[in-house]
């Protein structure tokens, strides 16, 4: 089947059956399943989307695509007037009223089977302990979210992931650094940059981006060339990761972190190799599950200091957050980053008003194709006047869109609320010396960007 298709209820059951013990007996609006680390789910077998009750985690931030209906809190009894399905005291009794729980929407297949990856590997709490407390592992010195020892920043260009790990960086650092919670307000802060870069220059936050040809032995360790006295030898030379890590090793009582730009440019099973389980907390220098390996260049014992975070960034207008290698989304914490249209200015630009403008834009290509592929807000942080937004315009958001389009000039249209003569002209004239052929072809429209925008064209995409 497509993975990427609306999923069904009964899709979800069959899924389910395979991969986990069914409890009890089916009914007509529930099945429910425990997996081996104890954990149970409530699939509701009726209405148009597959929703299901799960015990509690950051699951729309473990697996992209998972919606939040409702989360449910303790009860001290079995009431159910908050609207806790009743099959589940008899069925699922761990998302009874006596227990917390959330209310789940999966769309995909693809979505489902990466829910379960990291569903299943979970354990139950133990006994006396609640869902919501055993996810705290995942924190490490910190209850706040953004200080997770992994994190990885998702979003369409321009919406600001750059500049927001310069923030993340300095506060993992420094956690009494005051840090505003608006994600483009960082750019400008010059105390924030320069202490940023102080700790660059000391070795505590390094900075790499991947790309296609990126791997295990630029990241880890691999063997590289030498040339001495005229003869060629080689030599294990450590990778920035492992580089990373020797510097964490060396100051335990400071936080050190690696930024990986561009993180799902790369084969991650590739640069990454074995040492991808050991980025968990738990399994890290010092924890309870600590894991230390045999690297295969150097044959040193290896393993990962538990003040390292990592943050990676990732443009999901390059590639789908679906394809993402499943071993890494599990061991990632994700924060998406859409555009900020309050970080606009409200004061129109010779009479435009350019978050309303970008909100509009953003409506057609959401409906036209996807939200990974919104123009975020950092296009148009500094647009002041008409030629700031004319420049914009013509070497950034109409190339863009051509891109996201595939040179659909009628899509690219269609998102700009192109009328005729605003930002592109077409021209249905057939070309002098080709009216012999005219018969038999279909008109094909020639577009040709305007050489200049007016104030007019703008206004158009929005009113």
């Given amino acids: 089947m497509n993975l990427d298709q609306k999923l069904t209820a009964e899709e979800a059951h069959e899924y389910f059956q395979k991969r986990f013990t ?22 509701n077998l009726e209405g148009k989307k597959v929703t299901m009750f799960v015990e509690p985690g950051d699951w729309t931030l473990i697996v992209p695509g998972v919606e939040l209906i409702r989360t449910y809190e303790k009860r ?14 008899s069925n699922a009794p761990r998302l009874s009223a006596e227990y917390p729980a959330m209310y789940l929407s999966i769309p995909t297949m693809a979505v489902l089977a990466a829910f379960c990856d990291a569903y299943g590997e979970s354990k139950a709490p133990p006994a006396g302990q609640s869902p919501s407390e055993s996810t705290q592992t995942q924190r490490i010195n910190s209850t706040e979210r953004n200080l997770c020892m992994n994190t990885i920043l998702y979003g369409p260009p321009g919406t600001g992931k750059t500049y927001r790990t310069t923030a993340l960086a300095v506060k993992m650092c420094e956690k009494d650094v005051a840090v505003p919670e ?3 307000e960082f750019a400008d802060d010059k105390a924030l940059k320069a202490r940023y870069e102080e700790l660059r220059t000391e070795g505590r936050i390094s900075f790499v981006t991947f790309h296609q040809s990126y791997g295990y032995e630029d990241f880890i360790e691999g063997l590289r060339p030498e ?11 450590p990778g920035i990761f492992r580089e990373a890590c020797a510097a964490a090793a060396k100051s335990p009582s400071q936080n050190h972190v690696l930024i990986i730009d561009e993180i799902n440019r790369a084969n991650i099973s590739k640069v990454f190799g074995e040492l991808i389980t050991l980025l968990e907390p738990d399994k890290r220098e010092g924890a309870i599950n600590a894991v230390t390996v045999k690297l295969p260049y150097s044959g040193d014992s290896f393993n990962v200091p538990s003040n390292l975070y990592v943050i990676g960034t990732m443009n999901t207008a390059d590639r789908s957050i679906a394809l993402l ?21 409200k004061d129109p630009v010779a009479g435009v008003d350019i978050r309303a403008m970008l909100r509009a834009m953003n409506d057609r290509i959401e409906y ?27 070497r950034k958001v ?35 010396g080709l009216e012999s ?8 429209p020639r577009y040709q960007i305007m050489r200049e925008f007016n104030a007019s064209a703008y206004r158009n995409i929005y009113q």
């Fill in 398 to 432: 109409i190339p863009l869109l051509q891109e996201y389009f595939y040179e659909n000039w009628s899509k690219v249209l269609l998102v700009l609320n192109e009328k005729g003569g605003g930002f592109i002209n077409v021209n249905n004239d057939l070309p002098k």
């Fill in 227 to 237: 040339l001495k006295d005229g003869q060629v030898s080689y030599r294990v030379r």
């Fill in 325 to 345: 290698d499943t071993a890494l989304r599990r061991r990632f914490e994700f924060e998406e980053m859409q555009p900020d249209y309050e970080a606009l200015s």
């Fill in 22 to 43: 069914p409890i009890n007996e089916i009914t007509k609006k529930m099945a429910c399943f425990e997996t081996d680390g104890g954990r149970q789910i409530g699939l």
């Fill in 76 to 89: 001290e009894n079995d009431s159910d007037k908050e609207g806790r399905h009743h099959h589940l005291k």
């Fill in 368 to 394: 036209l194709y996807d939200r990974d592929h919104n123009i975020g807000h950092a296009y148009f942080i500094h647009a002041k006047t008409l030629a700031d937004l004319d420049a914009v315009f013509r």
């Fill in 437 to 444: 052929i005219n018969e038999g072809f279909e008109p094909r």
């Fill in 182 to 184: 608006k994600k483009f």
